[in-house]
């Protein structure tokens, strides 16, 4: 039992990151891989939402998810912008640069040292018991609740709602899409937004639930894992993707080696690129894009 | 055959010996003469810190080239260049540790494990392009580290693996002036076998495949073959750096092996400029010493003691900017800058080069 929720929150943790690289990926094809940074520069923020509101912890969220939209926004509008039409490499070792630039930036500001969001929020982080015998932290709870709204937020935005339905225009075909007057620069800026915002989200519920030091980043990388499992364009992929990373690394810690955590979702990713390289629910013709 | 000829005025190789002479002026001879003159110079003139420096560029530089061959030249991707070189270091360790091997068995030994690992990561090069690829060769850093850490902590080594100094003929190599001449020869013979593949038959076809892999194709170019060739010397002659590496610090360990020595090959190949080894050995030099220059930078500060503890920081900042700058504003690079400088002075007193035809 125990199993099963620590194999939901990991897997939860991984669609909630994963969301941000197939949001960019699917409107832009631009893989970014400063996602891991950008999601610990929003659990930071918090951090500084916190001090600055003190005692008002629900506007110190409020005020840390609105600057993580606006963080994603600018960094589209000043560097990924200048970015668009060039190639797709130069874009990507733009986004790594943009991760190395951010790294340093949060240890200069926010100094290497692990530090409690939880804490200066004064937020209390009980264990709940399960019917069943497992135990799950609340804001463990939390981010499985938070995962699942977001999710279904995005399906009915990208389904229904007038941006989200240029955003699948933009993303399947940019000249057509601009030939009807969607403005693409806010169309890609929304992109960025949105998936900075989801990734904060994740950022902060981790930071709350257990604590924030820079090892934060890795786990934005191991999300990448999820994303291209499920394929790369696809949102229900990237839930179906970070169910099996979350599930082959739960497992692996458990039954074989606990250094292992580190490597399985990169062994499932290689597994996957030889066999299906466009993941199990990515269009095929993703590959002959790039 | 010696005669003398002006730069850059036209083309007047008559015959195949001059075209396959790496120099064509007496201009170029005497100032190659000069810089070879100013290498072997150096050491005699330097302090220990500026040797350590030299040396640390050299293997840079053989690391950079490797990846400018692959990268820059046959246009396949790699993230997960800090992974080959863990692995020659590693095989030089593990050797050395377990079989006592002296370095000319460790040598080759990281060489051929390097190219086995160029045909692993290569594999998905057959069926994934661009980013995919980029992607395939990140993940695989990952597990080559991995494997890495896992000999370390099974065999009790977990702070590192020591290497004693190569030792040819009784004499141990572990002065910095021997050293420092055994890899600017290592660097040498890695540029001049680059210069050599690069006009050859193997160079064309990668130049060809970077360009348009349908029309090689259609050319009779072995796609297949030539891909897995160029990932196979690149991971060789890594392997090789990363041995020498080992040998030069008497260390190995994970550590020194991460994500950003990674980035930091890619930022080499960037910063120099893409398709030219010139650039990889610019970027060499220039990623190497950029983090020197910072501290020497900080140094000049007010206070500049309380900045001794984020000096990391300072560098991972200062080099994602430097990245960044690069990327937008002068994507050919530091040889870009540098043609650019030389056309100044070719073209002196006129600003742009003639439009063809605009004489008639």
């Not at chain 1, 995962?147 to 009915?156: D, M, N, S």
């Not at chain 2, 690391?63 to 030089?92: D, E, R």
Request: hydrophobic share 60%; proline share 3%.
């Amino acid at each position: 039992m125990q199993l099963a929720v620590n194999i939901v929150v990991l897997s939860a943790i991984y669609a909630l990151i994963a969301c941000g690289y197939v949001l960019i990926y699917r409107v832009s094809r631009v893989l970014n891989l400063a996602h891991g940074e950008l999601m610990m520069l929003g659990a930071y923020l918090l951090l500084a939402t916190a001090a600055s509101f003190a005692g008002n912890p629900v506007a110190a969220i409020a005020a840390a998810v609105v600057l993580s939209l606006a963080v994603g926004i600018l960094v589209y509008v000043f560097l990924m912008r200048k970015m668009t039409g060039e190639m797709v490499l130069a874009a990507v070792l733009t986004t790594v640069a943009l991760g190395t630039l951010l790294r340093g930036l949060m240890v200069l500001i926010w100094s290497a040292q692990q530090q409690y969001p939880g804490q200066a929020l004064g937020f209390a982080n009980p264990a709940i018991a399960l019917p069943g015998g497992g135990r799950i932290s609340t804001f463990a709870a939390i981010l499985v609740v938070t995962t699942a709204l977001v999710y279904g937020g995005l399906f009915v935005f990208l389904r229904f709602g007038r941006w989200g339905v240029r955003m699948r225009a933009a993303g399947q075909n940019p000249l057509l899409a601009a030939q009807r007057g969607i403005n693409l620069h806010a169309v890609y800026a929304l992109a960025w937004g949105l998936s900075t915002l989801t990734g904060s989200m994740a950022g902060m519920l981790i930071a709350l639930d257990s604590g924030l030091t820079s090892s934060m980043t890795v786990i934005g990388l191991k999300a990448f894992p999820a994303a291209l499992v499920g394929g790369l364009d696809s949102l229900v992929g990237a839930l179906v993707g970070a169910l099996i990373i979350g599930a082959a690394e739960v497992l692996s810690i458990q039954y074989i080696d606990p250094l292992l955590s580190d490597v399985v979702p990169f062994l499932v990713l290689i597994a996957m690129l030889i066999v299906r390289p466009w993941g199990l629910f990515g269009t095929r013709e993703e590959l002959d894009r790039v | 055959m010696s005669r003398g000829m002006p730069r850059a005025s036209g083309y007047f190789r008559t015959d195949y010996a001059q075209d396959l002479a790496l120099t064509q002026t007496r201009l170029e001879r005497a100032s190659l003469l000069a810089f070879a003159v100013m290498l072997a110079a150096f050491p005699f003139l330097a302090t220990a810190f500026y040797l350590d420096l030299a040396c640390q560029v050299f293997l840079a530089a053989i690391g950079a080239l490797s990846l400018m061959l692959l990268t820059g030249y046959a246009g396949q991707i790699s993230l997960g260049h800090a992974g080959l070189l863990a692995a020659g270091a590693f095989t030089a360790g593990i050797l050395f540790r377990e079989f006592n091997a002296p370095f000319w068995v460790t040598l080759p030994a990281a060489a051929a494990v390097g190219a086995l690992l160029g045909i692993v990561f290569g594999l998905p090069s057959l069926r994934l392009r661009g980013l995919y690829l980029a992607v395939s060769t990140l993940a695989l850093h990952f597990v080559v580290v991995y494997l890495g850490g896992e000999y370390e902590s099974k065999r009790g080594y977990s702070t590192g693996i020591m290497i004693d100094a190569p030792t040819i003929g009784g004499y141990a190599i572990t002065n910095g002036r021997v050293w420092y001449f055994v890899l600017l020869v290592a660097a040498a013979a890695t540029l001049l076998i680059c210069i050599n593949l690069l006009r050859s038959r193997t160079g064309r076809a990668w130049r060809a495949i970077r360009a348009h892999e349908t029309v090689a194709e259609a050319l009779g170019i072995n796609i297949a073959a030539y891909k897995l060739l160029a990932f196979v010397i690149s991971s060789a002659m890594a392997a090789v750096a990363g041995a020498l590496f080992a040998y030069y610090r008497h260390f190995v360990s994970v550590e020194a092996f991460s994500l950003f020595l990674s980035i930091q090959y890619v930022a080499m190949i960037i910063v120099g400029g893409m398709g030219s080894l010139l650039g990889a050995l610019l970027g060499a030099v220039f990623v190497t010493l950029f983090p020197y220059l910072i501290e020497a930078a900080l140094q000049q500060l007010p206070n500049a003691q309380s900045y001794a503890g984020v000096l990391f920081a300072v560098n991972y900042a200062a080099f994602g900017v430097v990245m960044i700058l690069f990327l937008l504003f002068e994507p050919l690079g530091l040889v870009g800058i540098w043609h650019r400088v030389q056309h100044y002075f070719l073209l002196w007193p006129f600003k742009h080069r003639p439009v063809a035809g605009a004489g008639k």
